[in-house]
């Protein structure tokens, strides 16, 4: 591998400079870009001019950088979670005309969930969740569907702890986090009012292909006593997509799905 | 820039193994990843492990290899097509109801559309667009809106050839694509009878934040004597998409499309 003199290969300075731009941080001086990615100015300068070269990054009018369209063609033309994204869309878009809240697709990276589609709408209830953002597994009903059917190893770390909290409803303690993976697994779906914000409710089902949980498909509506109501379109859109995902394939846990509501 | 002994750059070499993936080929050997990135299968390799290390890439159970979650992520979460993307997959959810064919949305990107977002239904007509896919300024429906509303420069380039053809309708002539471009910006949208394929036509129409065309919404529809009438919901989405963009902007462009179907 090509290491420059600092002894820090050009590919992970690049994925530094890459990781410096977020969703609040689209567009970043050069400078901003240096202290965000901790490299020095004229490495910084260097190889942000070498990467806008290749379309990585790009320069607006203003000689600020940003995400380059090339980019994110070339991420996103054989994005490994694009079948999936394209399939959900779909009923996604189905289940956003039926309940009118939004509705988002969540997969497990890391010890974490990253959405890797929303819908939403003006006017919906308070919403933490960003395409390519993240939400810890213990808080987001999401994650509690992932973690629930994740292997044993990854969710007794993430059980270990620390536990994000963000009320007084998030299961950030151990034993309870523990119980409520049991009822998700017994239920078949999770359901979360105000783990993240006291006015929201999360509820999301497993998205299986096959017999594997491969996303969890997720609601957020106002948190109210008609919140427990949209579980029933959100596991029927939940079954519709593990059906297209994989028309003929067995389905151990659309069992538990259809029985979880009764 | 830290060069290794080929005398061509990390970062070159990076995305030239990025390149070797595609719509058709999401997962590679590692031998079929240095074939079609023209690298030696040592540099290859080398790189490869590294990129795997950052998430850039990922190594299924087979040990072939496909473009890494966090890659993805990288690119779409500061994505410079975000805002663009999220704003308009509400119109073409509409649209997608409302006329039931497939919708998409293309952006210019060098001297091609790449199309960021498309929907689309089982038992649609035929449609060679995909997301994060590409097609030629003179033969799409996108491509004639985005060239009418392009700089002179560029427009001249494209129509000096040149021109790709797909069929004995495609405009791969020069006189007859400058006419159809005014035609275009006259009526305000593209209509395209048969010329990507015989059995479709392709109808879009610019999307304007304030004065700048940035992008263009498609419909794919059959190639029979009702095409012409989807024009009208599709200008209705393309006004209400760019009403979206920039509510308070100056629309010097909509004049052109609302008075187009009259």
Redesign the interface.
């Known amino acids: ?4 003199s600092g002894g820090e ?4 300075r ?2 530094r400079i ?2 410096a ?3 609040e ?2 567009v970043l001086s050069l400078s901003e870009v240096s202290r965000r990615a901790r490299l020095p100015l004229a490495t910084t300068a ?2 942000v001019k ?2 806008t070269r ?1 379309g ?1 990054l ?1 320069r607006d009018e203003h000689r600020r950088v ?17 079948d999936l994204r ?1 399939a959900a ?2 009923h996604m ?1 189905d289940l ?2 039926v309940v009118g809240h939004s509705t988002q697709l969540g ?1 497990l ?1 890391g010890e974490e969930v ?1 959405f ?1 589609e ?4 003006p006017g919906s209830v308070v919403n933490v969740t ?4 993240r939400l810890p597994l213990n808080a987001s009903s999401a994650g509690l569907v992932l973690l629930a059917h994740a292997p044993d190893g990854l969710r007794e770390r993430v059980l270990r702890g620390p536990l994000r909290s963000y009320t007084p409803h998030t299961l950030d303690r151990e034993a309870a986090l523990r119980a409520e993976l049991a009822e998700v697994r017994r239920r078949g779906f999770a359901f979360c009012p105000g783990h993240i914000h006291p006015e929201a409710t999360g509820v999301a089902v497993p998205v299986y292909r096959g017999r594997r949980v491969v996303a969890a498909l997720g609601l957020v509506v106002p948190n109210d006593e008609e919140a427990w109501a949209f579980s029933r379109p959100l596991v029927l859109a939940g079954l519709a997509l593990g059906r297209a995902l994989e028309p003929n394939g067995a389905r151990t846990g659309e069992r538990v799905l259809r029985s979880g509501l009764r």
Chains 1, 2 share one sequence.
């Open positions: 591998m090509a290491e420059p290969s050009v590919i992970t690049a994925v890459l990781d731009f977020g969703p941080t689209t260097r190889l070498e990467m290749h990585l790009d940003l995400i380059g369209t090339r980019m994110w063609e070339l991420a996103e033309r054989a994005s490994p979670v694009k394209e869309l779909q878009g956003h005309a997969v990276e990253l890797v929303r819908l939403t709408a960003k395409i390519a953002g």
